[in-house]
């Protein structure tokens, strides 16, 4: 790896940037070195307001179960959105929603606090409680948001699934978080297209499957057509209908679970990673006004959806702690055309803009093609800093952005970081940090990243290893829910000295110490900058009883989507040729989508007599790898049991 480019802030940006040039930043690495509780101390007294305050800071006592300012008392809808009221900023712009069909809304922090307050005293109405689940499967939306505040207001613990999961999943994460609700839509409105949310709801809910759960809360979005279940069913607008718009948080212990995601792992079952409220929040914060420079006349645009963990730390938490603006936005980037980024830009001024690799890398794909999408035919000048998060950038793609979205002007800020660690880790702050395309460059300050050999120890600089954070902080992932046993394994294995694993390789630049992150070192692909595991694929997979009898999936580069999906397919009857292996690998694709959702469709599906594995019977994923990316075997194949099958694996059909 060669750093060439080198980005330095301007003076401008360093005169007025939060964190002000690298010694600014080096200041507050060198704080939480010298104290390092007392940093983190410092900072949650600065960036939240506490109920009670805290005495205590970290706790290790149960280590690796980590505590953090565990006798202080807050409400995080509190932090979000009454505090800034009683700052007089009532009036301020909270959200500005932006429709499928470009319809626009913008709801005030007073308006927020009211929609919020009222669905609260709905959820206390249908006796949700402290510490209650509650499942949100909703599209973008201010509702969307709303809920998840006032599951935070009242101490319940939210757990969001994304939109694009299937029945099956949504069932899953119901059963294992013991969801008490689901709030969901009647349908959403995505690309020009009314796709089904609650005929979802109602097959994961088939046949009494979870007896945990009470009511279903629905938001009229579409008015389309939908089944109701009598006593089980509730229009949102019928169940905050008259509610008070006044609700008194509930204070909770800072540990208390804030919300569960599901996100996956190296085994078959996601697993429900558990927030904190008062870490987290601290965290989500932070890195908001740190890394984003947030100010006060901001429009800040995150680009992800709240089904995942970016769109809660930069929606629904970072952001609205404190009191800034933002664009919440419903529909795709291609539709109506994939000028659309651009032109919302335009439109709403935006100077803060967040998104993910594949968007940039399918939008450059998509202006390369056709002048009227280019963002050269945009006013993009309100534009002062662009994020990027989800997946390695190439520096092609960062190059692009960097010229074409931000007229050369904008720092790019490369944010790596994971649903575990609740913020950003490794990052560029854009007021000091000079930045490499393709590097995420430094610990944000306070994180303890570094790179170490399968020992845990040190390994120098421009030598890969294993990605670890050395110490704990705040808003780490507590444990994964129902399985604490899953949660010490996975992060924080025993021969890693108690470091926190990450689950990613990287490696630092032998001159600047950057980081560059090089992928997952687990069974984990990142399709989209969405997490799919390899084995929850391959489960879905063989659960076809009547076609599977075996299945390996790994990942293969793509241009486009980063990682894509290829299953390798043993089947119940002869390996098919031609027309008919493409009608069963349809088959096979929609019945993944069934499963899983579209998202885990795998892209090349292959038909074997059998799988390349050694004499001990073990899948040889390595040798799979190649043949996914149609690269000849040239490794030695002596150990495999059957090394012809690698040819009958790489045919096409
Ligand atoms: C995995 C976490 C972070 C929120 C969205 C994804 C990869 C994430 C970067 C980046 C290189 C990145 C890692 C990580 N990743 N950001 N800037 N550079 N890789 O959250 O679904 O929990 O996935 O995404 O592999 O472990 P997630």
Redesign the pocket.
Known sequence: MTQTALYQPSAEWQANAHVKGMAAYQSLVDEADRDYEGYWARLAREFISWKTPFTQVLDSSEAPFFKWFADGRLNASYNCLDRHIEAGKGDKTALIFEADDGAVARVSYSELLTRVAQLANALKARGVKKGDRVVIYMSMSVEGVAAMQACARIGATHSVVFGGFSAQSLRDRIQDAGAVMVITADEQQRGGKALPLKAIVDEALEGGSCPTLKDVIVYKRTGGKINWVEGRDLWLHDVTQGQASTCEPEWVEAEHPLFLLY?SGSTGKPKGVQHSTGGYLLHAALTTKWTFDLQDSDVFWCT?DIG???GHSYITYGPLALGGTEIVFEGVPTYPDAGRFWQMIEKHKVTVFYTAPTAIRSLIKAAEGSEAVHPARYDLSSLRLLG??????NPAAWEWYHKHVGGSRCPIV???????TGGHMITPLPGATPLVPGS?TLPFPGITTAIVDELGNDVPNGQGGILVVKKPWPSMIRTIWNDPERFKSSYYPAELKGYYL???GAIRDADTGYFT?T??IDD?L?VS???MGTMEIESALVSCTELVAEAAVVGRPDDTTGEAICAFVVLKRARPHGDEAKAIAKQLRDWVAKEIGPIAKPKDIRFGDNLPKTRSGKIMRRLLRNVAKGESVTQDTSTLENPAILEQLGQAY
């Open positions: 996100t992800a995942w963990v970016t990027s998060v989800g997946e390695p950038i490369d944010t790596f970081w994971q649903t575990e995420c990450a689950g990613d992150i992928g997952r984990v990142n900058g969405h997490r």
